[in-house]
C-alpha cells in the first residue's frame, strides 16, 4: 500500500532524520521524562509463581514490542531487593550480545506492580503519547543512535547518560496518538504473519532435532539390540556403541576456555592482525564474521588460546552449546573469554561430536548444567570434560553423518526459504514504523477498517 505524504516539510536539522512536516519538533529524549536503573534480581530468585519480573533478556528476544507478557516472577522474599515499577512505564535493554539488542524498548502495561533486573533501563515519560515513545524509541533512526552509544566488546552495553541525548521527531499530541494507533493495527498484522511463519520454523526445528537425536543416540539400524547406556539423560543405545568421558576423546590439552581478565582488554585491538574470535562465530557457524585483531606480540604471549584447522569453538557465555569446525582456510587467531576450543583425537569425528552436541539431551545437559545470573556461562573445563559422549565404530560416525547431512539440508533449506520471507516481513515492519513516527508518511486521516 501507498502511504501519502504531508504536504509541507522543512529541514530537521539532523542529517540522519532529513525533513519533518512542518509543525513538528526535535528533541532529546532527556525533556520528555526521567531515567532509573532496575536492579536486584538473579537468576537464583526466579521462581514458576510469584511477583512479576522483567529481565533484559525478556525485552530483547521479543520482536513484537507492543505485545509483551510477563515469563518470569520472583519469591516475595525476592521483592525487597528489587526495583518496582507500574503501568506506563518504558524498559530499555541495557545490555545483549550485539548491537541490536542493546536499547531495545517495550512499553509496560501490566496491571500489576512489576519487578525489574538489572540491565534494564526505567523510563518515565512526561506528557508524551507512550506508545508513540516506543515505537519512536525502536526506529531505524532511533537505533541507529543508540549503537553510535554502544561500549562493551563480549557484552554490549548502553546507559541512560547516552540514552538521554537520543533526538526524537514530536508532532502534536493528537497525531503522536494516531501514528500510535496506525502502527498497533498495521504493524499487528505483520507480527500475525511472523508469528505463524515462526511457527512452521519451530516446528521444523523440532523436526530436525528429533531426526538428529535418533540418529545419535539410536543409530540408524531399527533392528539393531539395544543395552542401557547407564546416563539417565540418554537411555538405551545400540549395545555395540561405547561411552566415554570427553576427557579420552581429546588431545592433549584439548580443552581451553579463552583469556580472562585483563588479558584481552578493548584497548589492545588493532584493525587488522591476528584475528580475535567471538562468540557468534559458534553460534551462526560463519568463521568470517567479527572485525577484532591484535598484533603479533599479544598473539605470542595469547598462544595457547590459538586456533588450528578441525578444532572445535563453542559458545559459552549467555547462548551456551552451540558449535562450529574451523575450516581449512580461516585468519590465524585466538578466541575470546566467551568460547571454548576442543581438539579432538582420531577416534571421533568432528562432525559427528558436533551432531551429538545437537541433539535434545546434550542441549539440556548444557543448559540444565550451566552457571551464572542474567547471563549463563558452561561450567568449568574440569566438569566439562567429564561429560558422556556417545562413541560408536568410527565407520558408523561417518554413515550418521553423512545421513544426517543430506537429511537435515532439506529441513534447512525449508528453514531458509521461511527465514527469507520473515526478514522480509520484518523490514517492512521497520521500515513502516520509521517512516510514521518521522513525518515521512501522513495518517491523520487513517481510520481502522470498519470504522467510520
Not at 120 to 132: D, G, H, R, T
Not at 285 to 307: H, M, P, V
Not at 380 to 392: Q, W, Y
Amino acid at each position: 500500500m501507498r502511504w501519502k505524504k504531508y504536504p509541507k516539510y522543512k529541514d530537521s536539522g539532523v542529517e540522519w532524520i532529513g525533513e519533518i512536516p512542518e509543525g513538528w519538533e526535535v528533541i532529546k529524549l532527556a525533556f520528555t521524562g526521567h531515567f532509573s536503573k532496575g536492579g536486584g534480581i538473579s537468576r537464583a530468585d526466579l521462581t514458576d509463581e510469584g511477583y512479576p519480573a522483567i529481565l533484559y533478556g525478556d525485552i530483547y528476544t521479543k520482536y513484537d514490542i507492543q505485545a509483551f507478557e510477563i515469563v518470569n516472577h520472583i519469591s516475595e522474599a525476592a521483592v525487597s531487593n528489587a526495583v518496582a515499577i507500574n503501568r506506563g512505564k518504558l524498559l530499555f535493554t541495557g545490555s545483549g550480545e550485539t548491537v541490536e539488542d542493546i536499547g531495545k524498548t517495550i512499553v509496560y502495561m501490566g496491571e500489576k506492580t512489576a519487578y525489574v533486573g538489572g540491565d534494564v533501563i526505567i523510563y518515565s515519560p512526561n506528557n508524551q503519547n507512550i506508545k508513540f515513545l516506543s515505537y519512536s524509541l525502536n526506529s531505524s533512526n532511533s537505533q541507529y543512535q543508540k549503537s553510535r552509544n554502544a561500549k562493551g566488546y563480549t557484552v554490549i552495553h548502553i546507559y541512560p547518560s547516552n540514552l538521554k541525548n537520543i533526538l526524537i521527531t514530536v508532532p502534536d499530541e493528537f497525531e503522536q496518538a494516531q501514528i500510535a494507533s496506525f502502527l498497533d493495527h498495521e504493524t499487528s498484522r505483520i507480527d500475525n504473519l511472523i508469528e505463524k511463519k515462526l511457527r512452521q520454523i519451530e516446528l521444523l526445528k523440532e523436526k530436525r532435532s528429533a531426526l538428529i537425536t535418533h540418529a545419535v543416540t539410536k543409530g540408524l539400524n531399527p533392528n539393531v539390540k539395544m543395552k542401557d547406556s547407564g546416563v539417565g539423560w540418554i537411555g538405551e543405545i545400540p549395545e555395540h556403541w561405547e561411552i566415554k568421558s570427553l576427557r579420552y576423546l581429546i588431545k592433549k590439552n584439548g580443552i581451553v576456555r579463552g583469556p580472562f581478565g585483563s588479558s584481552l582488554r578493548i584497548e589492545f585491538f588493532i584493525n587488522d592482525g591476528y584475528k580475535v574470535y567471538e562468540q557468534k562465530n559458534a553460534i551462526y557457524k560463519d568463521i568470517e564474521l567479527g572485525d577484532y585483531y591484535i598484533d603479533e606480540q599479544k598473539f605470542l604471549e595469547l598462544k595457547r588460546f590459538s586456533l588450528n584447522h578441525g578444532d572445535i569453538i563453542m559458545s559459552c557465555s549467555g547462548t551456551i552449546g552451540k558449535m562450529f569446525r574451523v575450516p581449512q582456510n580461516f585468519k590465524e587467531g585466538i578466541i575470546n573469554q566467551a568460547l571454548m576450543k576442543i581438539s579432538l583425537s582420531k577416534i571421533i569425528n568432528s562432525d559427528f561430536f558436533i551432531m551429538v552436541f545437537e541433539s535434545i539431551p546434550y542441549q539440556n545437559a548444557i543448559i540444565d548444567n550451566s552457571q551464572g545470573g542474567a547471563i549463563t556461562n558452561i561450567v568449568g573445563v574440569h566438569i566439562f570434560k567429564s561429560i558422556k559422549i556417545l562413541l560408536p565404530p568410527l565407520s558408523e560416525q561417518l554413515e550418521i553423518v553423512s545421513f544426517l547431512n543430506k537429511e537435515t539440508s532439506k529441513i534447512d533449506t525449508l528453514i531458509s526459504k521461511i527465514q527469507f520471507s520473515i526478514n522480509k516481513l520484518k523490514e517492512y515492519r521497520t521500515a513502516l514504523i520509521s517512516a510514521a513516527v518521522t513525518g515521512k508518511i501522513d495518517v491523520r486521516d487513517w481510520k481502522k477498517e470498519g470504522v467510520s
